[in-house]
């Protein structure tokens, strides 16, 4: 048994706490020393304590294998907990089949609210370099083409991607994106259903990216996120000079089967002429020039 505190303890006992130094002087146990005295604990105790962890054990077993199949996920109106924390998250019947994603990645910050002026770049928060050359009409290209695409495909998701790129704005790519789209009426929507008296939206933001390919691994959580399943195939609109990155790179990085991944590049007019467009472009033939003689050396060392 444990030992007692000496104030809880018989006389006796408490004149056993005291021991006698070499010098005659008396010393008192401290609660530290009484805390890590060895003691015993009797066969009654010991079985007690088995005979608890058994029936827990039990119980939790019973209630994993009596969980009817199918209901593991459906914690509405039953008595069962939810399993994981997705299964807190009710989504619409309809997102059961989306499979594709498409995502569209923000390359600037739209921070206006009338329509009729998304063209002026004083509406954007731009960086030097992507003002002139037509890169404003670009991002609306690849936003139209986005919403386009998604509407054609009622097994789509729309994902505007993009995070807080701009110390002077409080608001992601995404967002601004995503509102200039609705704006617009762009949107594609999923057909109501009994339970839902509104039409909800089949486009979605993903707010945390920082560079391309934060844009496409992100974007698959997302997906993930909203629907509860990863896409079978993913569509990117972006521009058609960083086409290579995302096909050969940031794919390849990420394992994800070419067949089932598509490019859709669309670049700004007037672009090339530009002084800011012919520099984003010799940029990105470095780019790829740098990754394929990195994959040369892995190839070489047998990778």
């Known amino acids: 048994m444990l030992p007692l505190p000496v104030s809880f303890s018989s006389p006796s006992d408490r004149r056993d706490s005291f021991r006698r130094h070499p010098g ?18 009797t066969n009654l ?10 029936v827990s054990f039990l119980v939790n077993l019973t209630w994993y294998l009596s969980t009817p199949e199918g209901t593991e996920g459906d914690h509405v109106g039953s008595h069962f907990p ?29 921070k206006g609210t009338n329509l009729e002026a998304r063209f002026d770049e004083d509406y ?3 960086e030097p370099y992507q003002r002139g050359g037509g890169r404003v009409a670009a991002f609306i290209k690849h936003i139209v083409a986005g919403a386009d695409l998604a509407r054609q495909d009622e097994h789509s998701l729309l994902v505007f991607s993009g995070g807080q790129t701009r110390q002077s704005s409080t608001t992601t790519e995404a ?14 929507t999923i057909l109501p259903t009994s339970s839902s008296s509104q039409a909800p939206l089949r486009a979605t933001t993903e707010n945390y990216a920082l560079d391309s390919y934060q844009n496409l691994l992100f974007s698959i959580a997302r997906f ?22 995302f ?9 994800w089967p070419e067949t089932r991944f598509e490019y859709i590049g669309i670049d700004a007019d007037g672009d090339a002429e530009a002084q800011g467009g012919k520099t984003a472009q010799q940029g990105e033939v470095r780019y790829a020039l740098w990754h394929a003689a990195g994959s040369s050396v892995l190839t070489s060392l047998g990778a």
């Open 24 to 41: 005659g002087s008396r010393h008192y146990r401290s609660t530290r020393e009484i805390l890590i005295t060895r003691a015993r604990v």
């Open 247 to 255: 096909t050969e790179l940031h794919r390849a990085a990420l394992r």
């Open 124 to 126: 954007w928060v731009l």
């Open 175 to 188: 967002e601004s994106y995503m509102r200039l789209a609705h704006i617009s009426d762009l949107l594609p």
């Open 45 to 54: 105790g010991f079985l007690l304590l088995a005979a608890f962890a058994a």
């Open 224 to 245: 993930h996120e909203y629907t509860g399943r990863y896409p079978a195939r993913i569509t990117v609109i972006g521009y058609e000079m960083k086409r290579r990155r």
């Open 82 to 110: 939810p399993r994981a924390l997705w299964d807190t998250i009710i989504r619409e019947s309809a997102l059961e089949d989306i499979d594709h994603l498409i995502m569209v990645p923000g390359h600037a910050i739209w």
